[in-house]
């Protein structure tokens, strides 16, 4: 079974500073991976995805995340941290195979950017 | 356009009694899911529609849980002889078709669960 870690449950930056979160996966062939955000209130919503094309994938809002497999990370970037990017980000890795369409997500970073 | 929706938003029950969660996908997508997120915790499979195919329901925790769904329209989730440990936010999301490659998981805004 796929099993997805999320370095940090609470990462806090400085408004303008870089982001950084991690996420480590469980795999030996490379499953597509998502990062997720969760605003407040709201429902999840895809920021990225790596489907092999590239291994450096951008995603809306300015985040980016590099598919590394020999280190079995995803981790996600933002140069420059916005008020507006304070939420919840998960890390998710789907199964191989024939069930590739069941997902398997990390605990989840709460992102908190101060002024 | 409308994304998914679920009610009820919030459902307080108490132990023992059955819930039925309701789930309205993005017209015309053929794959549901649904999922539950438990405090502190990342969302765990729990069943997968698609289309007119058997679901997949190898995620359900127990024979307590159930979900149907009619064709390519509403899906409920049934919760029976809650427990405490159902305690959660049930999610919903649905995609085109099953194909995570092609194909994104829009999620719905969730049912809070508290069993008293």
């Known amino acids: 079974a796929q099993s997805v870690t999320q370095l940090g449950s609470h990462v806090s930056v400085s408004e303008g500073a870089l982001v950084l979160l991690r996420c480590n996966y469980s795999s030996s062939v490379p499953p597509y991976l998502f990062w997720y955000v969760q605003y407040p209130n709201q429902g999840l919503q895809l920021l990225l995805k790596y489907t092999s094309a590239a291994t450096l994938v951008k995603g809306i809002n300015g985040f980016e995340a590099e598919f590394k497999k020999s280190e079995t990370s995803f981790h996600l970037t933002k140069p420059s941290a916005h008020m507006s990017d304070a939420a919840e980000y998960f890390c998710a890795v789907s199964d191989n195979g024939g069930s590739n369409y069941k997902l398997t997500f990390g605990k989840g970073t709460l992102l908190t950017v101060n002024p | 356009g409308a994304g998914v929706s679920q009610s009820p938003s919030n459902k307080v029950t108490e132990k023992g009694k059955d819930v039925e969660l309701r789930c309205d996908p993005i017209s015309g997508h053929t794959a549901l899911y649904w999922y539950r997120q438990r405090l502190g915790q990342g969302l765990e499979f729990l069943i997968y529609f698609q289309g007119n195919s058997a679901p997949d329901k190898s995620g359900l925790p127990s024979d307590r849980f159930s979900a149907e769904r009619t064709g390519e329209s509403v899906s409920t989730l049934t919760i029976q002889r809650t427990q405490q440990e159902d305690s959660a936010v049930y999610l919903c999301?649905?995609?085109?078709?099953?194909?995570?490659?092609?194909?994104?998981?829009?999620f719905g805004p969730g049912t809070r669960l508290t069993v008293l």
């Open positions: 999301a649905s995609s085109l078709a099953g194909q995570p490659s092609t194909d994104t998981q829009y």
